[in-house]
Each structure stands twice: as structure tokens, then as C-alpha cells.
């Protein structure tokens, strides 16, 4: 079963057309990654998957059910409030820039969501915390406040409290792009464990060798289109476009 399909999805800000009619699939257990030069529409692209934004056009199903879908008239139509919520459940978003509560201890930035949202328990919402975060090296890192954390470790709460929700998919939105080199191989670990754990992961990236070794699928993006996708060691090793050949190109000589 597939947990995501964007189809045709149509963004635009202004007149400038950022997303021109993307198709995206997302398969139980697959890690896509979505890489392309900045501007290319690829962060939009999650945007709208996670309904920051809305779309001007397409259709948007979740685990089989349409959250978005474009009418007969041209409007686009969205769920209603509680079918959108329950919709909501079944992804997790981890940004660039952390997000997490200044003012919450992680632990309670952990399981603020569990227990306000989910209606878990505390003790339930507490242990599932523990352990996870005793998963990514942060035991002892539960009362801290994220002011006394490296970025690497803020990022890392940011994952435990996506994943402590146990969403369907889980997406990334360069989720290094704030990171020195250092903290970025730290992050980029933990990715790669849940892709051992056939976590289901969209992952904007700009970490080109990351995205070869973990990805399942790769879809490169260019000014708001698809233009190349397939296996890994397809669009890496034999990319079939000009501007995919371009792209990697400049990659490979900054390497």
C-alpha cells in the first residue's frame, strides 16, 4: 500500500508557479529522497504534503484517504476539521530548524503532543519518551532545556518527538542544512538507523551521498518539476536528463 500520493500538485505564489503538476509516490517502508538545486520547489513540496500550505490544483491521499482533491469547478476542496486531524496522525515532520518549545524540558517537549493530542497517558507518553530517548544517545539529556543542547542534539529530540507520535511517514526537510559538518554526520546516523527500520521517510536533502546510500528512491526536482526518478544507483550511476546530469555534475566536483 502506498502511505502517500501527491498527484499533479500545483502550487503558486503570485504568478510565480512554484510546483508544476508533481506526482510523487510513497510505498509501507520506503525511504524517498528529494533532491535538486535551491529554488526548485522541493521544501514547497513537503509544505503542501504536510498542509502548511495549500495546494492550487491536485490530489492528496494518506494511507487511502483523499485529504485534498481538486472539483469538477476548479476549486480545491480539503477534508473536513476532524478528518483532517485524523490525517494529520499519520505523518510527522521534523524541520531545519529544530522547533522545539524553548520553555519545555525535552522530555516535555517529547511528550507534550502524546499526552494533549494522542490523549496517552502520562506514564504511557513518559516511558515511550525514555526509551527513545535512550535510543538516540539522549538519556541523560531528558531535563535539559534545548538553550543547554548542541544543534545535533536539538535535532535529534526534534526526531524522537516526531517518531514518539508514531506516524505513518516521517519527513525531513533538510534536516541538516543548520548543522556544522560534525553534527551533520550525527543526524544523518540516526536517519539511516530508522531506514534499517524500514521507517517510511520523505527526506529533502541537499546531502547527495547520504540520499545514493539510504534512499529506495530518488526523485530530482527543477524549476517545480520532476524531471528524473528512479533507484539510486539509476540517477546517480546513469542519470538520463541533461539537467540532472548538470546538477550532478556540480556535486561531484565539490565533493
Known amino acids: 500500500m502506498n502511505v502517500l500520493e501527491l498527484n499533479d ?3 503558486s505564489f503570485g504568478g510565480l508557479q512554484v510546483l508544476k503538476g508533481i506526482t510523487v509516490t510513497v510505498a509501507k517502508g520506503e525511504a524517498v529522497a528529494i533532491i535538486g538545486p535551491s529554488g526548485s520547489g522541493k521544501s514547497t513540496l513537503l509544505r503542501c504534503a504536510t498542509f ?19 472539483c469538477p469547478d ?29 520553555h519545555f524540558s525535552v522530555i516535555k517537549n517529547v511528550t507534550d503532543a502524546m499526552i494533549s493530542v494522542q490523549k496517552r497517558s502520562r506514564d504511557e507518553a513518559y516511558a515511550e519518551a525514555e526509551a527513545l530517548l535512550r535510543k538516540m544517545g539522549l538519556a541523560d539529556k531528558a531535563d535539559s532545556y534545548p538553550y543547554q ?27 541538516t542544512s543548520s548543522l556544522d559538518p560534525e553534527l551533520t554526520g550525527e543526524v544523518l546516523k540516526v536517519i539511516r538507523s530508522l531506514t534499517e527500520e524500514h521507517m517510511t521517510m520523505v527526506i529533502v536533502t541537499h546531502e547527495m551521498a547520504f540520499a545514493r546510500q539510504v534512499a529506495d528512491r530518488v526523485y530530482f526536482m527543477d524549476e517545480g518539476a520532476v524531471v528524473e526518478q528512479g533507484r539510486p544507483e539509476d540517477v546517480f550511476g546513469n542519470p ?3 539537467r540532472t546530469k548538470k ?9
Open 9 to 11: 500538485i500545483r502550487k
Open 247 to 255: 546538477f550532478l555534475e556540480r556535486y561531484t566536483s565539490e565533493e
Open 240 to 242: 538520463q536528463e541533461d
Open 52 to 70: 502548511l500550505e495549500t495546494i492550487d490544483a491536485g490530489q492528496i491521499n494518506y494511507m487511502g484517504e483523499t485529504a485534498a482533491l481538486t
Open 74 to 102: 476548479g476549486h480545491v476542496s480539503y477534508g473536513t476539521h476532524e478528518e483532517m486531524k485524523h490525517i494529520r496522525g499519520y505523518f510527522g515532520l521534523v524541520f531545519q530548524n529544530f522547533n522545539l518549545f524553548p
Open 149 to 175: 543542547l548542541s544543534g545535533g542534539q536539538q535535532q535529534r529530540v526534534s526526531i524522537v518527538r516526531a517518531l514518539a507520535l508514531k506516524p505513518e511517514v516521517l519527513f525531513f526537510d533538510e534536516p
